[in-house]
């Protein structure tokens, strides 16, 4: 995960300690393996906020809506990062199809991101 590769630096809520912004802005090369990092998870947390809206568990979905949001935070992808946390802080609330038609939102949004990883790692 995320978590992993920074070593553990963590603080609450998932964002990442004070003391690792500097070593992310000394070193692109951590920033573009955090993005290429981001981009390979981001299809199993899609089928986890999948199966959680098949079941109706919405704490679930706010959960993994969440960790979406923190990891698309780090990245700097604002558009994922604005889904991500509109799902979490509307999800113990939102219609069933308001809530299909968000999280349909942010699987475009992240395949839009895996589309640009594939684009930047075939020297396009």
């Known amino acids: 995960t995320i978590e992993e590769q920074l070593g553990g630096v963590m ?51 706010q959960a993994e809506a969440r960790k979406v949001a923190a990891g698309a935070e780090r990245i700097k992808a604002t558009q994922v990062s604005g889904i991500a946390r509109r799902i979490e802080e509307k999800a113990p609330y939102l219609e069933q199809d308001v809530l299909r038609s968000e999280l349909t939102a942010l699987d475009q949004a992240l395949r839009a991101l895996e589309t640009t990883a594939a684009s930047t790692n075939s020297g396009v």
């Open 11 to 61: 603080v609450e809520g998932g964002a990442v300690a004070d003391a690792a912004r500097p070593a992310l802005e000394a070193y692109p090369e951590i920033s573009r393996g955090l993005f290429e990092l981001f981009v390979q998870v981001a299809p199993d947390r899609m089928r986890r906020l999948t199966s959680a809206f098949e079941q109706n568990d919405r704490a679930a979905i």
